[in-house]
């Protein structure tokens, strides 16, 4: 590219979970550091590149649905060229660009690190589609990020793939194998990410966090690892996420103890407590186990807040089943919950099962479930009123002088509740804060700046 020519504009959409956010954010950083200039709206761009999810019927509708919007974008000559990658294009590769021929490249998950280059070949008019059955593909320290993040928080993944085979989940075709990275490149980036960034907050992530390290280091490298960012983020927060409840050690919930700097939150994903279900999710895991480790989790570290996600109407849940995951979700009393329906998806061994649920019977399980977390949530945040809590700010609230949002260590970035802040003095985005809790509601909480 010449020196005094315009750099081209990319767009670049990230859709599905943070992971894929990752991805984007390492796209990013090629495509910057390629000449590119990132822009923020699709129109006038003379590529737009699309990182899409697949994990379920309803991300994969809305994958495509965004496809089509700038594919019609492309038609009104709003955009020049159109770029689909991620977990769609990796499942699904000629089909896409065959079906809707706007599509000009389709790339799998292994070409984020050519994203500069397959960018230069669609800006001089080629088409063409790169999907790689089994990728292989781990960044490290050395792919520069463009966060999306607001500076003081981020996402760090300490490794790719899956190697647990849920009967439900199409992970570990889309993503390959697991494969963890070094410790010292995890440290080596965090402590790339805070010079300069006044980062507050990392949030660890990866397909199965618990087994990190079991590849590469022939054990479970999860404590170790957490000790060392702790010691570069000590007067920050870790917040762990995507733990796998069959994986858990006593060293690991020690090391969650002992450094200050984990966040008292854990994203236990149980997805289930029947049993039956259980076993025929492949989840490698039993009611009686799922009840010991929450005990021991609460016992070892008090006070701590605990996430989970279920999914409801997976093939084969009887009333029964389901009567029982509704009671234990009654006395587990989870301070964050989310819920699934069940998703039939191709190429997972579940989608072969009998006895699938119908859809009218997962909404109605899913509903009730929300109702009562609801209900428990807003107990459970009364516990906060009166109480003075650390509190990091993330923005102001736009419509109300004096007014900002922030987050506990109980809440995590965009899945969690907030806690709405007024102050007298003016706050800067990204400082910890004492606030004082005067007020709750179903999710989030109120309080005034000391």
Request: aromatic share 8%; hydrophobic share 35%; with cysteine.
């Amino acid at each position: 590219m010449s020196p005094a020519a315009r750099s081209p504009k990319i767009f670049l959409l990230t859709l599905g979970c943070p992971r894929n956010l990752v991805d984007s954010e390492v796209m990013a950083g090629k495509l910057a550091g390629g000449g590119y200039s990132l822009c923020r709206e699709a129109g006038g761009a003379d590529a737009a590149v699309v990182n899409t999810c697949a994990f379920i019927e309803d991300a994969k509708a809305e994958s495509i649905d965004h496809i089509m919007q700038l594919a019609a974008f492309k038609k009104d000559k709003k955009i020049k060229h159109l770029i689909v990658t991620g977990c769609l294009a990796q499942r699904y590769g000629r089909e896409l660009q065959g079906e809707i021929g706007e599509i000009d490249a389709v790339l799998g998950i292994d070409e984020e690190p050519g994203i500069s280059s397959y960018v230069e070949r669609v800006l001089k008019g080629e088409r063409f589609a790169r999907v790689r059955k089994n990728p292989e593909f781990l960044y490290d320290h050395k792919h520069e990020r463009v966060l999306a993040t607001p500076p003081h928080s981020a996402y760090v993944k300490i490794q790719e793939g899956c190697r647990n085979f849920c009967s439900y989940c199409i992970i570990p075709e889309l993503r390959g194998a697991f494969r963890s990275r070094r410790m010292s490149s995890v440290i080596e980036e965090i402590k790339r990410l805070k010079p300069g960034r006044s980062l507050k907050e990392v949030n660890i992530i990866g397909q199965d966090t618990t087994l990190y390290g079991i590849d590469i280091y022939k054990k479970r490298g999860l404590p170790l690892l957490l000790r060392k960012i702790s010691a570069v983020m000590k007067n920050g927060w870790v917040r762990l996420l995507y733990t796998h409840p069959a994986h858990y050690t006593e060293g690991l919930l020690k090391t969650i103890k002992d450094e200050k700097a984990i966040c008292r939150y854990l994203d236990l994903p149980i997805q289930h407590i029947s049993d039956r279900i259980l076993k025929k999710m492949n989840r490698r895991t039993t009611k009686k186990g799922i009840l010991s480790l929450i005990e021991r989790i609460k016992r070892t570290v008090p006070g701590i807040a605990l996430r989970t996600s279920l999914i409801v109407g997976f093939p084969g849940e009887r009333d029964k089943d389901f009567s029982e995951l509704l009671e234990f979700v009654r006395e587990a009393r989870f301070e964050r919950l989310g819920v699934f329906t069940y998703s039939r998806e191709e190429g997972t061994s579940a989608y072969a099962f009998e006895d699938q649920v119908p859809e009218k019977v997962k909404r109605d399980r899913f509903n009730r479930i929300m109702k009562l977390q609801q209900n428990i949530a807003g107990e459970n945040n009364k516990k906060f009123l009166g109480k003075e809590m650390r509190i990091l700010i993330d923005s102001r609230y736009a419509s109300s002088r004096g007014s900002y949002i922030g987050r506990s260590e109980y809440d995590a970035p965009e899945v969690d509740g907030t806690v709405f802040i007024k102050s007298a003095s003016r706050l800067k985005t990204g400082d910890f804060i004492n606030v004082r809790i005067d007020g709750t509601m179903e999710y989030d909480l109120t309080g005034t700046a000391l």
